[in-house]
């Protein structure tokens, strides 16, 4: 029988894994099935469990069930433990592994896709939600001389800092680590400037000073496939040439998810072309 996976989501007609999944099989020479469920909202379990009965293998999870997802697994991986949320799952016998592959997704992208290696520069992220807190422990891994993240409500920023320094004591002090709130970015300036608020949905952005980005700065919207939002805009605006969406993001996600279902790392350098939206 041939290998079952899909994204469950809600809602779910829009994700492009179906897509990106069937191209890395393609490319690395395999079979599988993967398709979508539109999981009903407060039946994430009882969903899965049918998924699981019929012979699944793993899941991919988007909005809104990261957390149900992580509560659903029997064993997660330290990531995940620590974003709260689970991003992919995998199923063998009663046993299910959660995983969060956001954050080495991020990293992946701007280190090696923009070429942007963070180690001793100044990293500012917007916002402290789900996408946030998978980013955060891989963000710092990568030894920033400062990492900031500003939040609209500061508890959450706070927050992160505390986990950092539980987790990882040692790069936590060697990093200027701050959690604050936007009315603090004034007189700041950072060399990587990544926008991980859900605000862009509607089309609007956190009230973030154009003074944010230092000469040469790149900035990055985790949203993807939307063109130019309003936070590239203002970047933009503010003589910022290295722009960039999440759409990298997405695509070493999946490919790491795949390659932990799979054993084999399928490039990512196609989905990226065939997903890339002009940033105009
Ligand atoms: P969450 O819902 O978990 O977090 C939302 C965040 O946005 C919170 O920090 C919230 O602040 C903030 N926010 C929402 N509205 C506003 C507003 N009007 N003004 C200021 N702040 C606001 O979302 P996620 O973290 O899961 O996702 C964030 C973004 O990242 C989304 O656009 C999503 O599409 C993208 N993403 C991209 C991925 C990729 O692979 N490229 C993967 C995952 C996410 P507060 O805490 O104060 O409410």
Redesign the pocket.
């Known amino acids: 029988m041939t290998d079952r996976y899909a994204v469950i989501g809600n809602p779910i007609e829009q994700s492009k894994s179906p897509l990106i999944h069937a191209e890395f099989a393609r490319a690395c020479g395999q079979t599988i099935e993967y398709g979508r469920i539109l999981g009903p909202l407060g039946g994430f379990a009882a969903c899965v469990d049918s998924f699981r009965a019929e012979g699944g293998k793993g899941l991919n999870v988007t909005?809104p069930f990261?957390l149900d997802a992580c509560a659903y697994c029997t064993d997660l991986s330290l990531d995940a433990q620590l974003a709260g949320a689970v991003n992919a799952m995998k199923f063998e016998g009663d046993r299910v592994w959660g995983e969060n592959f956001?954050g080495v997704?991020l990293v992946r992208d701007l280190q090696i896709n923009l070429a942007t290696p963070l180690r001793g520069l100044r990293v500012l992220v917007l916002?402290?939600?789900?996408?946030?807190r998978g980013a955060w422990l891989p963000l710092l891994r990568c030894q920033p001389a400062r990492l900031v993240v500003a939040?609209?409500?500061i508890d959450?920023s706070l927050d992160l800092v505390n986990v950092a320094r539980e987790h990882l004591p040692e790069l936590a002090q060697q990093c200027q680590l701050r959690g604050i709130g936007y009315a603090d970015l004034a007189d700041q300036t950072f060399d990587v400037v990544l926008h991980?608020?859900?605000?862009?949905?509607?089309g609007?952005?956190?009230p973030v000073p154009a003074t944010v980005f230092a000469r040469g700065a790149l900035a990055y919207d985790?949203?993807?496939g939307k063109g130019l939002t309003p936070f590239l805009r203002l970047a933009q605006h503010a003589g910022v040439a290295n722009l960039a969406d999440?759409?990298g993001?997405?695509a070493e996600?999946a490919a790491e998810a795949y390659a932990w279902w799979r054993g084999v790392r399928p490039d990512t350098a196609s989905v990226i072309r065939q997903l890339t939206v002009p940033l105009k």
Request: aromatic residues 4%.
């Open positions: 909005a990261k956001d997704g916002g402290a939600g789900g996408a946030t939040n609209r409500s959450k991980a608020t859900s605000a862009g949905l509607s609007q952005m956190p985790l949203t993807y999440g759409v993001m997405l996600q």
